[in-house]
């Protein structure tokens, strides 16, 4: 089996239950990085403490994260945290890539997954410095201001879906799907589901105009197109395995291949699609609640075989802190 670019993908807890029952308790100071880092040897400390100086990417982000002091997930789940840097972050990843580790930070951040009316899970061609040229579900680091409310995430999920697609979502509908995590990405995602009161057509429009505007306002394009996905296990599994074939995307013509686009914008065309570690767990946390066992043990070691991850990793998150 092919060693993947992703690494291991984990899926640390998963549920279906109202995001009101999420409760972020946050104190105000802040903590490195580098310090308490999961599943860290002697050496991947010693290499995380001797950080040379490192440099943000034109425009990109730096600013105050969240960091996951402490969680209980017994009935109501609450998430405490402090406050860390987003540079210390960015170098402890650029220190561990290419180790071939399985270390995770404590920063948090968030995929929203979106699913319109007519059964279609969205993924957008990402734009930024942060793992441009993949596709992910509307998401966000947990950049803030003090002090951070109780509902901390679904404010911030309404924010990243109308920010990243357009369409507006009722904070009261959403909901928690579980925990997730990517060697390549090394934080932990707080996964949200929306099921948006529009279907694949009406949600392009919507996202073709809020490009339209943004591009108008000088503005920066979070996604330059999106990818509407069945969203029943067969067509999940081969999406999240890098084999899709099929249209997915009728108004902008985008048409792949077993994996590889052969209709669609000219920059991707004739080139596979990529994925972000912590994106595909958050889909498989949502597939868990929705696929009988046999199902989704079936699609997790497809994506293993197609070299997608080396390994989906089910752990208990409290036990590691």
């Given at each position: 089996?092919v060693?993947?670019?992703?690494?291991?993908?984990?899926v640390f807890?998963?549920?279906?239950?109202?995001?009101?029952?999420?409760?972020?308790?946050?104190?105000?100071?802040?903590l490195?990085?580098?310090?308490?880092?999961?599943?860290?040897?002697?050496?991947?400390?010693?290499?995380?403490?001797?950080?040379k100086?490192?440099?943000l990417?034109?425009?990109?982000?730096?600013?105050t994260?969240?960091?996951?002091?402490?969680?209980?997930?017994?009935?109501?789940?609450?998430l405490?945290?402090?406050?860390?840097?987003?540079?210390?972050?960015?170098?402890?990843?650029?220190?561990?890539?290419?180790?071939?580790?399985?270390?995770?930070?404590?920063?948090?951040?968030?995929?929203a997954?979106v699913?319109?009316?007519?059964?279609?899970?969205?993924f957008?061609?990402?734009?930024t410095?942060?793992?441009?040229?993949?596709y992910?579900?509307?998401?966000?680091?947990?950049?803030?201001?003090?002090?951070?409310?109780?509902?901390?995430?679904?404010?911030?999920?309404?924010?990243?879906?109308?920010?990243?697609?357009?369409?507006?979502?009722?904070?009261?509908?959403?909901?928690?799907?579980?925990?997730?995590?990517g060697?390549?990405?090394?934080?932990i995602?707080?996964?949200?589901?929306?099921?948006?009161n529009?279907t694949?057509?009406?949600?392009?429009?919507?996202?073709?105009?809020l490009?339209?505007?943004l591009?108008?306002?000088?503005?920066?394009?979070?996604?330059?197109?999106?990818?509407?996905?069945?969203?029943?296990?067969?067509?999940?599994?081969?999406?999240?395995?890098?084999?899709?074939?099929?249209?997915l995307?009728?108004?902008?013509?985008?048409?792949?291949?077993n994996?590889?686009?052969?209709?669609?914008?000219?920059?991707?065309?004739?080139?596979?699609?990529?994925?972000?570690?912590n994106?595909?767990?958050?889909?498989?946390?949502?597939?868990?609640?929705?696929?009988?066992d046999?199902?989704?043990a079936?699609m997790?070691n497809?994506?293993?075989?197609a070299?997608?991850?080396?390994?989906?990793?089910?752990?208990?998150?409290?036990?590691?802190?």
């Open positions: 089996m060693k993947s670019t992703i690494g291991n993908a984990y807890d998963a549920a279906f239950i109202s995001l009101t029952d999420l409760v972020v308790s946050h104190t105000p100071y802040m490195r990085v580098q310090d308490n880092l999961i599943g860290a040897s002697d050496k991947e400390r010693n290499i995380t403490e001797t950080i100086e490192f440099s990417k034109p425009g990109e982000y730096d600013g994260l969240l960091y996951l002091t402490g969680l209980d997930l017994k009935g109501r789940h609450f405490s945290t402090n406050d860390t840097k987003y540079i210390d972050y960015q170098a402890v990843r650029a220190a561990l890539n290419g180790e071939g580790s399985h270390v995770l930070t404590r920063v948090l951040n968030l995929v997954l699913e319109t009316t007519d059964n279609k899970l969205v957008g061609h990402k734009t410095a942060h793992m441009g040229g993949l992910s579900p509307p998401a966000g680091f947990s950049d803030h201001d003090n002090p951070v409310p109780a509902d901390y995430f679904a404010r911030l999920t309404v924010e990243e879906i109308s920010e990243e697609t357009g369409v507006s979502v009722d904070k009261k509908s959403l909901m928690y799907v579980g925990l997730t995590s060697d390549d990405s090394r934080n995602t707080v996964v949200t589901y929306a099921r948006v529009e694949a057509e009406g949600l392009e429009t919507a996202f073709t105009e490009n339209r505007k591009i108008e306002a000088g503005d920066r394009v979070e996604h330059d197109h999106l990818l509407y996905v069945p969203s029943d296990p067969d067509s999940v599994r081969e999406f999240l395995a890098n084999r899709y074939t099929g249209v995307n009728s108004w902008q013509g985008i048409h792949f291949e994996g590889v686009c052969t209709a669609g914008p000219e920059d991707i065309k004739r080139q596979e699609y990529g994925q972000i570690g994106c595909v767990a958050a889909v498989l946390a949502l597939m868990k609640q929705r696929c009988d046999k199902t989704y079936n997790v497809e994506i293993k075989i070299g997608v991850v080396d390994d989906v990793v089910h752990v208990n998150l409290e036990d590691m802190l």
